[in-house]
């Protein structure tokens, strides 16, 4: 499974962004739950939003909750992204994983067995 993260840059704090993750799998990607993760600067990385099989299930971290909506469409080997009310406290690499035959959306970093490279998003103030 190759994942690909895009959609970060440069905003200002209360500005949107709305980031992709295409991914290249040999099965079919409703195989996978898929999750975004996040890691600032000097900071540990940090769960952000799930996502179930078949996209009917989401579960997101308390800090973006209500910001934040994550989303995917199986036909496009796609999930997103999309934030809202962007705060400093966003910026960091933001990274999307796969969960091979996860049943429900996860928070746990080690239930992901692929990895995108990350996009940056930096919200100034």
């Known amino acids: 499974v190759q994942l690909q993260a895009s959609g970060g840059g440069l905003v200002q704090a209360g500005d949107s962004l709305r980031l992709s993750c295409a991914a290249s799998?040999?099965?079919?990607?409703?195989?996978?739950?898929m999750g975004w993760f996040r890691q600032a600067p000097g900071k540990e990385r940090e769960f952000v939003a799930a996502i179930d099989w078949r996209g009917t299930s989401t579960y997101y971290a308390d800090s973006v909750k209500g910001r934040c909506t994550i989303s995917r469409d199986n036909a496009k080997n796609t999930v997103w992204l999309q934030m809202n009310g962007l705060k400093p406290d966003d910026t960091a690499v933001y990274y999307c994983?796969?969960?091979?035959?996860?049943?429900?959306?996860?928070?746990?970093?080690?239930?992901?067995?692929?990895w995108g490279p990350g996009t940056q998003v930096t919200v100034s103030s």
């Open positions: 994983a796969a969960d091979t035959y996860g049943v429900a959306p996860t928070s746990q970093s080690s239930d992901y067995d692929y």
């Open positions: 799998v040999e099965r079919t990607f409703n195989n996978y739950a």
